[in-house]
């Protein structure tokens, strides 16, 4: 049974940086794309950034720039590590994964999630 488990998030002020991770199970990993996802109080889950089984990666407008997706396979792991942080990015973040290994922003796409980590920007 794949399951995920997001941890690293915490308390930052506006303009710091956090790097939040994604522990996974089961097999053939590499085969998988992963992605984050993230959702605000009152607002619907929306697609953050995501990287495919080939690593490449793409991202919301909203953190180009600021936010990297990556991977290590030999850990089953996935890191995204936000930087420049603003109040708006304050959420509860959620790892996702799917087969086949590309990136799609359908939250109904992606296969496995994770329970989230919370994510406090302060002005």
């Known amino acids: 049974q794949v399951q995920l488990v997001e941890s690293g998030g915490g308390l930052v002020q506006a303009g710091g940086s956090l790097r939040i991770s994604c522990s996974t199970s089961?097999?053939?990993?590499?085969?998988?794309?992963m992605g984050w996802y993230r959702q605000a109080p009152g607002k619907e889950r929306e697609f953050v950034a995501g990287?495919?089984?080939?690593?490449?990666?793409f991202y919301a407008d909203s953190v180009t720039g600021r936010f990297t997706i990556s991977r290590d396979n030999a850990k089953n792991a996935a890191y995204l590590q936000m930087n420049n942080l603003k109040p708006e990015d304050t959420a509860v973040y959620y790892c996702?994964?799917?087969?086949?290994?590309?990136?799609?922003?359908?939250?109904?796409?992606?296969?496995?999630w994770g329970q989230g980590t919370q994510v406090t920007v302060s002005p």
């Open positions: 996702t994964r799917r087969n086949p290994g590309s990136i799609v922003t359908s939250a109904g796409a992606w296969d496995y």
């Open positions: 089961g097999k053939i990993f590499s085969i998988n794309a």
């Open positions: 990287i495919s089984s080939g690593e490449q990666t």
